[in-house]
């Protein structure tokens, strides 16, 4: 499965999300978006649930000298989620991550304020918090979220995305209560190659759609 753009597979994922919802009878839920990509898939889930819209801002951590190499994530204020397999390969130790981690944590403090403005983070104890990205492939920032999602004791959790690896997916589906992806791959190299139009989306992008989203309540 192939899709046009975010928005083309934030509306299916919403169809797929409204009948699970449906059946699972969902309590007042909540969607809460990865930023910056997820966003715009989340709006339409969002939209197609009548559900209120927020973030939750991750930061990937990267090896030292080669960032695009991920080895974990943050999440808030909670202690880094690391992918001990990719340390493993790569022979980095945790204390080498150090600055990378509080580097990281500076620049999800800005993306937080700056997307958030002075609006509180949602309460979700006794909510479905659904989870939403545009695609997963290793899995770290989705762990990290997760994780501080569970911290606010929501009655259901949910992962939902368009694309997903398959051996991620198997690894992540005991951390959400329910786990909805369109189009698994295996061996999943980049999300990208999945859509037929993959823009890079912006800070200004993610702000403007949480400016103009029903107001959470």
Known sequence: MRFRDRTDAGRQLATAL???????????????ALPRGGVPVAAEVARALDAPLDVLVTRTIGTPGQPELQVGAIAGEDPPVFDRRAMKLLDVATDELAA???RQRTELHRRERL?????PEPVLHGRTAILVDDGLA?????????RRIRAGR??????????????????LRHEADEFVC????????????????FHEVSDREVAAVLD???AIH
């Open 182 to 197: 369109l189009s698994p791959h295996r061996y999943l190299h980049a999300i990208g190659v999945w859509y037929d139009s």
């Open 18 to 32: 409204a009948g699970l919802g449906r059946v699972r009878r969902w309590p007042d839920p909540i969607v809460l």
């Open 115 to 119: 997307y958030r403005r002075d609006r």
């Open 154 to 171: 929501p009655a259901r959790t949910v992962l939902a995305v368009p694309v997903c690896d398959t051996r991620t997916a198997e690894e």
């Open 212 to 214: 103009h989203r029903p």
């Open 138 to 146: 290793t899995g770290v920032s989705a762990r990290a979220a997760l």
């Open 100 to 102: 990378e981690v509080d």
